[in-house]
Every structure is written in structure tokens, then in C-alpha cells.
């Protein structure tokens, strides 16, 4: 397992923008995938973007157009920008990181969506 420290958590309107980031705290491969997954209570943890370090990106419907994920190589830190956003967005956003053998996630950050 890789430790990934996120952070980024907040309350927000709905409409307004929030920015998560996540960075490995131990030593990863240079090839690898960065996503974010999001949970409520009483349901599964579903997918919401994912790149890779060769520039696949990948979101799920709900959130393409509003979503952007980044990854920048030199930090290994993957960011999730999030505009417009809506109440239907809150959750616990969690990243991942997959390098094959290897895995991680992050301890999960609270994103609220509220008026």
C-alpha cells in the first residue's frame, strides 16, 4: 500500500469551485495512474477521473465539462478541480494511485456542497 495525503477539503455553494490535491508520501514507480473517487453514505465508492502518466484522461459523465484532473509529474501530485459544482457532488472524495503491484488511497476529504 502507498500513503497518499490529500487535502483540499471544504464547504462550498452550489455553482462555486473547490481544488483537491493529492501527493504519494512514499517512493512510486515512474509509471503510474492518479484518480479520485467520491462515496456517500450507503452507497458504493464510485469512479470520478483518472489520468495516467502517459496523458489519458478519463471522467465519469456526471462531472465532464465541470471537472478537470492534472497531474503534475515532478511533484507526483494529482489535482482534481472542480467548478460548478452541485449539491449531488458532496461526499468523501478519495485518490488512488495504481502502479500494477502497487496500490493506494488516500484517508478521504469531505467535499459539501450547500447553500
Known amino acids: 500500500q502507498v500513503p497518499l495525503a490529500e487535502s483540499g477539503e471544504g464547504l462550498v455553494q452550489p455553482g462555486g469551485s473547490l481544488r483537491l490535491s493529492c501527493t504519494p508520501s512514499?517512493?512510486?514507480?515512474?509509471?503510474?495512474?492518479m484518480g479520485w473517487y467520491r462515496q456517500v453514505p450507503g452507497k458504493e465508492r464510485e469512479f470520478v477521473a483518472r489520468?495516467?502518466?502517459?496523458?489519458?484522461?478519463q471522467y465519469t459523465d456526471s462531472v465532464k465539462g465541470r471537472f478537470t484532473i492534472s497531474l503534475d509529474y515532478t511533484k507526483s501530485t494529482v489535482y482534481l478541480q472542480m467548478n460548478r459544482l452541485k449539491p449531488e457532488d458532496t461526499a468523501v472524495y478519495y485518490c488512488?494511485?495504481?502502479?500494477?503491484?502497487?496500490?493506494?488511497w488516500g484517508q478521504g476529504t469531505q467535499v459539501t456542497v450547500s447553500s
Open positions: 512514499a517512493m512510486i514507480s515512474t509509471a503510474y495512474t
Open positions: 488512488n494511485i495504481d502502479m500494477g503491484v502497487r496500490t493506494g
Open positions: 489520468i495516467t502518466t502517459s496523458g489519458s484522461i
